[in-house]
Every structure is written in C-alpha cells, then in structure tokens.
C-alpha cells in the first residue's frame, strides 16, 4: 500500500475550507493508502498565538477530525511535537534548501503581509518543516488543497537536493489535489481560513451559520432582488456545488440567471444542505469533546506508530550525512 501523509494546523477553529479542501478528501483516501494524518503544532507556532489556548486547539483539532470521519481504527492521528525527529529532520534539511526558493512561496509572501510585526524565520522556513513532516514518513502522496502545491513542489526539491547530495534515501512525493477549488471566505475575495475572522467553522452551531451567511458576498453586479445573477462569479454557488446535490445545483444556477429565486433564498437553501452534512459532525464532535482521555489515548498511539517509522529514517539520514 502506498502512503499518504498530510497535515492541519491547530491555528483557530477548523474552517468549511479546511474540510472540503483537505479532510472530506482524506476521507475517501483512508480505504486505499497507508494514511498518516498530523495536528501540525509546530507550524502553528509561526504566528501570534495564546499558549494557554494552544492544547485545547490541538484537542479540538483532533477532535474535529475524527468527528468528520477520520476513523482511529484506519488511519494513523498524531501531534507533530510528540515526534521530535521532525524538527531534527528539519535542521538537515535548512542545509540544503536555497534561501531564494522559500522567499518566492505565496504563503510566505501572504502571511507576511497579514504577520508584518512578526516575520520570524519560523515563517520563513514553514515548507522545510513541511518537507521533514512529508518525507520522515518517506509518503509517496500528499492529498491537499490547491494552495499548497507549491509547498509540494519543494518538498519534491528538497528531496532531490539531499538525495544527489547524500544518496537515494528519500521518494519524491506527489501531491494529490483535492477536488474542491479553493474555498474563498465570506467576503468572497480572500482564502477561507482559520486565522481570518472570514468563515465558517466546521462544528459551528447552525444558527451562527446562518447569520454568516446571511451576510456573505454574493454576485456583486446583482444589486436588486429582480437582477439576473451570474453564479460562475458568485462565491455562494461554489459552496451549493460542495454541499447540494447535483439536481439541486443545476435548479439554483437556472433559477439565479433567471432573477427566479434572490440570494436570501439561494442562501437559505445552502444552509439547509451544508447542515445536513456539518449537523452530524458538530454532534459527534461535542460528544467526544466529552472524552478528552480518548483523544489523547488515539494521539498517544498515533506518535508510537510515527515514531517508530520516524527513528528508522532518522538512522538512514545520520548515516548518510556522516554523523555518529
Ligand atoms: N480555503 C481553503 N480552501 C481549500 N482548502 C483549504 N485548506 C485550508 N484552507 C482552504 C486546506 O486545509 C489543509 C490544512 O491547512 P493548514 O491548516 O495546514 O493551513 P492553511 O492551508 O494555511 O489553512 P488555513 O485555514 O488558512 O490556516 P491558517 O489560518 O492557520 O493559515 C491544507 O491541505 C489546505 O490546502
């Protein structure tokens, strides 16, 4: 079997973005591929955070995680500081990854922008990190969003440098896309994301998702209820076309080009679909949130399992590299 490694930060409370971009996928790959999933807490740290919210965002993350179906029993759940070989790996690999090539990631580029009073080389250095998460688990693919491709690529890069260099040690991994575009926010201009108070959350109770969306951008040119829309440019019909069945889709785009239903309705028909798929989740999510010592039991096992992976590869990189 084949492995897929991926991972999420535990940077604020998981997003709709977050779970067609990234988890609704990973669902779906858990039955084919040797899946390791990571709460990602050390790239967490490259932004301004409150330590002392910092465990119960890794607690909520798992938690969000398994609820949306990340079954325990098929796939593997860890925190990435319970293995400290990922931040040794890291440091090898700041020795072959050329400063230029992280200076041209949009990530970079976007979050320091957002981040101007804290640009740290922890920022800076986020898709080697990436690369020592990807490749300590030698995974063959890596399923994301479209906005990390790039940070892909240079893990594929980073694996080259070091195996000329050192010798065959590690694959290259393959990104493997979600098929959920890029999930914009609810201003409809900016990347749906945690740190932006521009979402949905995943386990959101359902009155609050209504009010957000009640207040989300739609067709800008359609300025009264009698306007014809145009869903090609509306944010709101890329979310019916992840949440709504196709039947559905095809009436809303009919009846929104034809000023045959206005955006309240089209908006209240989406609540409607997304709740049918978030209700369970948010359910099985508070349940869990119950049982903290069964989280931290599947986390605990998730890092023996990595561990051991972990160590076997760190032996190979010492070697190679000429440490004793
Ligand atoms: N808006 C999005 N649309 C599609 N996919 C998305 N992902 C995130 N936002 C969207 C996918 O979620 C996975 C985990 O992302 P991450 O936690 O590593 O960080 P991120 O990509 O930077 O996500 P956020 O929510 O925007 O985090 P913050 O606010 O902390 O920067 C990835 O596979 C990503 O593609």
Redesign the pocket.
């Known amino acids: 079997m084949s492995r897929i490694f991926?991972?999420?930060?535990p940077?604020?409370e998981?997003?709709i973005?977050?779970y067609?971009?990234?988890?609704r996928n990973w669902i779906a790959l858990i039955e084919k591929y040797d899946s390791i999933f990571c709460i990602?807490d050390l790239?967490?740290l490259t932004?301004q955070y409150d330590p002392s919210r910092m465990q119960n965002r890794i607690r909520a993350a798992a938690a969000a995680n398994i609820a949306a179906g990340l079954d325990p029993e098929k796939c593997v759940l860890f925190v990435q500081s319970h293995v400290p070989e990922h931040t040794e790996l890291t440091w090898y690999f700041n020795t072959v990854t050329p400063m230029g090539d992280l200076g041209r990631m949009t990530?970079f580029k976007e979050?320091s922008r957002q981040h101007r009073e804290n640009i740290n080389v922890g920022l800076f250095g986020y898709p080697v990190l990436q690369a020592a998460d990807i490749l300590l688990y030698k995974a063959d693919h890596v399923?994301?969003?479209?906005?990390?491709v790039q940070h892909i690529e240079l893990s594929r890069e980073v694996a080259r440098k070091f195996n000329s260099r050192f010798g065959e040690i590690f694959p290259e991994p393959k990104a493997l896309l979600?098929p959920?575009?890029?999930?914009?926010?609810l201003d409809g201009k900016s990347?749906?994301?945690?740190?932006?108070n521009n979402?949905i959350g995943l386990v959101e109770e359902p009155e609050s998702i209504r009010k957000k969306l009640a207040t989300a951008v739609t067709d800008e040119n359609r300025k009264r209820r009698t306007d014809p829309g145009n869903p090609e440019i509306c944010n709101l019909f890329t979310l019916h076309k992840s949440f709504s069945d196709a039947a559905e889709v095809e009436t809303i785009d009919g009846e929104c080009r034809s000023a045959g239903i206005g955006c309240v309705e089209c908006k209240r028909r989406l609540a409607d679909n997304m709740l049918k798929e978030l209700d369970p989740i948010r359910e099985r999510y508070h349940d869990l949130e119950k049982r903290p010592d069964d989280i931290a039991d599947i986390l605990r096992s998730g890092a023996r399992h990595c561990s051991e992976i972990a160590a076997k590869t760190m032996e190979e990189v010492r070697d190679a590299m000429g440490l004793v």
């Open positions: 991926s991972g999420i930060q940077s604020g998981l997003t973005g977050n067609l971009g990234a988890i990602v790239h967490a932004i990530q979050k399923p994301v969003g479209a906005d990390q979600s959920s575009p890029r999930i914009m926010g990347k749906m994301s945690k740190s932006m979402y």
